[in-house]
């Protein structure tokens, strides 16, 4: 009565120790096979894999490219100024025996713990010896890139490889933020005095040239004016010497009657004289000018009244 019982309990034996001789590895993970804590065997392709039921034990890790945030940390750069640095690295694992050995039952989580350490270690190497100009210029390649190698080839011991390394963040302590801001506008407020000086030099300049123009212009328009007022004087004068030396008593005539229109010229003029008064008297006005003889200058007198 007693055999069906356990030949099923030796059958239920048999079928977990079947099932548990076997695992399944996917195409995201890679496994070791452990017996008693040494590794035994090392499945690198996805599949169905044997292993020795209670006796042994598998553990799976990531074979995928696996990412790592460092924690910001304070770094002096050769002059002195302080930065606050954080960093984004890419690694994963290439040999699983050695990452076993280095990191032991810890694992992934213990992997990042020492490439935290390991990153910081090396950024704090790289940027102490440049300037903090390179660490805060756009083209921070080769400084990523010289970070990155010196961490590839201390991870190698726990068999990982550090594909890549990028500087997120470059900043100022927030202590120094105010003091450089300060700075910063103190800088453009002069750069800006600077420009507004160069402006207003330029705009004097401008000033100064136009004033010249101007004043060299007039001065030729002025000259100009002259040589042709008296130009025309000269040909007035010649016109009217020519005149003169033509018909001298109508000429002397002439200028008579000019004096006559111009001195009552305005409406608002009066004249107080005595009727013997050479105004009245032409004859004796002309010869007082000293323009014709009397005879002549009665005769044209005499010549005009009769026209």
Do not use: C
Request: glycine letters at 6%; aromatic letters at 8%; charged letters at 30%.
């Amino acid at each position: 009565m007693m055999r069906g019982p356990f030949a099923f309990g030796v059958l239920v034996i048999l079928v977990a120790l079947g099932l548990n001789s076997f695992f399944v590895v996917d195409e995201k993970h890679r496994a070791l096979v452990l017996q008693f804590g040494q590794v035994k065997q090392v499945k690198t392709d996805p599949g169905l894999g044997f292993k020795w039921p209670v006796i042994d034990s598998v553990v799976q890790y990531d074979d995928r490219i696996l990412s790592l945030m460092t924690q910001p940390l304070e770094v002096t750069p050769l002059d002195d100024r302080r930065l606050v640095v954080d960093a984004f690295a890419r690694w994963r694992i290439t040999d699983l025996v050695r990452f076993r050995e280095a990191v032991g039952t810890s694992g992934e989580d213990g992997a990042r713990d020492r490439l935290d350490r390991l990153l910081t270690a090396k950024i704090r190497e790289v940027l102490g010896a440049v300037p903090s100009t390179a660490v805060l210029s756009k083209d921070r390649t080769p400084l990523m890139n010289q970070i990155r190698d010196l961490a590839r080839k201390e991870a190698a011991s726990l068999g990982v490889d550090v594909i890549d390394v990028r500087l997120t963040r470059t900043d100022l302590p927030d202590q120094n933020l105010s003091a450089t801001y300060a700075r910063m506008r103190a800088e453009r407020e002069r750069e800006a005095a600077d420009e507004r000086a160069r402006g207003a030099e330029a705009a004097q300049r401008v000033r100064a040239t136009a004033d010249r123009t101007v004043v060299e212009v007039t001065s030729q328009a002025q000259k100009e004016a002259e040589v042709i007022r008296g130009e025309a004087d000269a040909t007035a004068n010649k016109v009217y010497a020519d005149a003169y030396s033509k018909d001298q008593s109508f000429f002397a005539f002439n200028r008579a009657l000019q004096f006559y229109s111009e001195s009552m010229k305005s409406q608002s003029s009066s004249l107080v004289t005595q009727p013997e008064s050479l105004y009245f008297n032409y004859d004796d006005f002309l010869r007082s000018i000293g323009e014709v003889p009397k005879q002549t200058a009665s005769s044209v007198a005499q010549g005009a009244a009769g026209q």
